[in-house]
């Protein structure tokens, strides 16, 4: 698999994707770190990164420090997405449905209960009450009575 991909006149994401997937399904975790670590170095766009793959590689090694480091990762992307949702709702933007979907997730995932009430709010008064997904904001944060409010 890594002469293939040498060999490869031109290496993108989608190869390198494609290469780090092979490796972590044939158990090479070390050969599949290294590419990601190259794909981070090499200035791919964040959101093209095998997140997922490597969160599977990282379940499979005895060291948990790689999983955090992978998971900072990610809670970095979510807290990107929150920064350019307010920078939307400054600017007189209406947020839409995917955008919505988004901003409750990183909400949720970090569980910031202040971001998901004013979340709520925004919603319950737009008419786009979404409670079975907020829900989750509340429930992580450990505030599940406050959905109701």
């Known amino acids: 698999m890594e002469k293939l991909f040498l060999e490869m006149p031109e290496s993108d994401n989608v190869s390198y994707n494609v290469t780090i997937a092979g490796y972590a399904w044939n158990r090479c975790y070390g050969m599949a770190l290294r590419l990601f670590r190259e794909m981070q170095t090499l200035s791919f766009d964040r959101r093209a990164l095998p997140y997922a793959t490597l969160l599977s590689v990282a379940g499979s090694l005895p060291h948990i420090g790689i999983g955090k480091q992978i998971n900072a990762q990610l809670n970095g992307q979510q807290e990107e997405a929150l920064r350019l949702f307010c920078d939307m709702k400054r600017a007189g933007l209406s947020p839409g449905r995917a955008t919505f979907s988004s901003i409750i997730k990183a909400s949720s995932s ?9 979340l709520h709010s925004y919603l319950k008064r737009s008419g786009r009450i979404a409670s079975v997904i907020l829900s989750k904001i509340y429930a992580k944060a450990g505030k599940w009575k406050m959905m109701h409010m």
């Open 110 to 118: 970090l569980a910031m209960i202040g971001l998901g009430r004013q």
